[in-house]
């Protein structure tokens, strides 16, 4: 499918959030979607206690990048409220609490704010460097609340922090922003340029099947051929989903994966979930194939849609210039030559004897002449 060049990610809904009752209704939206995703990152952690997938950071972060900056405040209230209230149902102590509200805005407000600063507040998923600085950004904010996590718990709790955690909470935060905030972003531009109804139903089956098969895979026993059916359909999937459509399509269907392997190994099915294997590995292994995926899948995805936005320009252009050529207009220079009696000729050429039979164009028609005045004549 061909469609034109994305004007980016900044989608304002007109002046709606940005009045009083407007940011209410934004902040109440996003604390709610916000504790919904801590609280589904929370039901899917593993026995060690750590989330190892927490989507609540891309949804803040997605919203914040989609909406810019004037929605700053009402996501960071969101936001913090939403922490607070997720971390007093888990039994945390209030200092904890208090001290992961902050980082839990901290790594939100940062990320965008290295992506509005990078791209000029423009983020596009159709670009292979915009999507790559997303990344950046992203595992620079959640690494910086990974530490902060660290030095944070050291200090309340009695017992040490031990560096799997440490890791794995990197990486829990990590994932939750680029597979979430993606899909958000995307969203808004599909929301602003709606897709041709042939690429929806072609995205829409497309994520369909892949939600179907993933859900197959990840209850299948383990056998030899488990682990190779699974790599060839959904990668299969995932390239025509990225050759066929928008990116918003590639990024639906990271998520979708990303909570098919987070389920094998929360649940003990599939896969991920062989209890022959320690649990922190199979927990950095299982994060490791998500991020790797999502980092290939969105990349991939920008350059298809780079070629198809080029493919694009280019059919237009020769579009314009077969619909300008059957009007007889065509912006050929003018061609000036010196006729020997002193008078100038100015010749335009018709296009339809432009290289006609292999010959050279010939003038036709339209000649203006004007005399020049001779040499006498001048200085008189």
Same mark, same amino acid.
């Given at each position: ?5 994305? *004007? ?325 220079? *003018? ?46």
């Amino acid at each position: 499918m061909l469609y034109g060049k994305s *004007t980016g990610a900044t989608f304002p809904f007109g002046d709606h959030y940005q009045s009083r009752l407007g940011a209410i209704g934004l902040a109440l939206a996003v604390g709610l979607a916000y504790f919904m995703a801590a609280r589904l990152g929370l039901a899917l952690r593993a026995q060690v206690g750590v989330a190892i997938f927490w989507p609540a950071a891309g949804i803040a972060t997605g919203v914040l990048i989609a909406l810019g900056p004037t929605a700053r405040l009402p996501v960071t209230v969101a936001v913090a409220v939403a922490s607070m209230a997720s971390g007093l149902l888990i039994g945390r102590s209030p200092w904890l609490v208090i001290t992961f509200v902050f980082l839990n805005a901290g790594e939100v407000l940062l990320t965008a704010w290295l992506v509005a600063r990078w791209f000029a507040g423009v983020f596009k998923l159709e670009d292979v460097p915009h999507v790559l600085g997303f990344l950046v950004a992203s595992a620079i904010a959640a690494g910086t609340s990974a530490a902060g996590a660290l030095i944070a718990v050291t200090f309340v709790e009695p017992r040490p922090f031990s560096p799997d955690v440490l890791r794995i909470w990197f990486v829990a935060g990590l994932l939750g922003t680029v597979t979430v905030a993606p899909l958000l972003i995307g969203l808004r531009e599909a929301v602003r340029e709606p897709p041709p109804r042939r690429e929806m139903l072609e995205g829409t089956i497309a994520l369909t099947t892949l939600a179907a098969l993933s859900s197959f895979f990840i209850s299948l026993p383990q056998r030899p051929w488990a682990t190779a059916l699974p790599v060839a359909f959904v990668f299969s999937l995932l390239l025509w989903i990225a050759v066929r459509c928008r990116p918003v399509f590639t990024a639906a269907a990271m998520f979708v994966v990303a909570l098919a392997v987070v389920s094998s190994i929360t649940f003990n099915i599939g896969h991920f979930g062989d209890a022959s294997i320690p649990l922190a590995d199979r927990m950095i292994a299982a994060q490791t194939l998500v991020l790797v995926g999502v980092l290939l899948a969105l990349v991939l995805a920008a350059l298809f849609a780079e070629r198809r936005r080029s493919v694009s320009s280019t059919v237009l252009s020769a579009r314009t210039a077969r619909s300008g050529g059957s009007r007889g207009v065509v912006s050929f220079p *003018t061609i000036a030559r010196s006729a020997p009696n002193g008078w100038s000729a100015s010749t335009s050429i018709s296009p339809n004897e432009h290289g006609r039979n292999g010959h050279s164009p010939t003038a036709t028609g339209n000649l203006s002449l004007r005399q020049k005045p001779r040499w006498s004549e001048r200085s008189q």
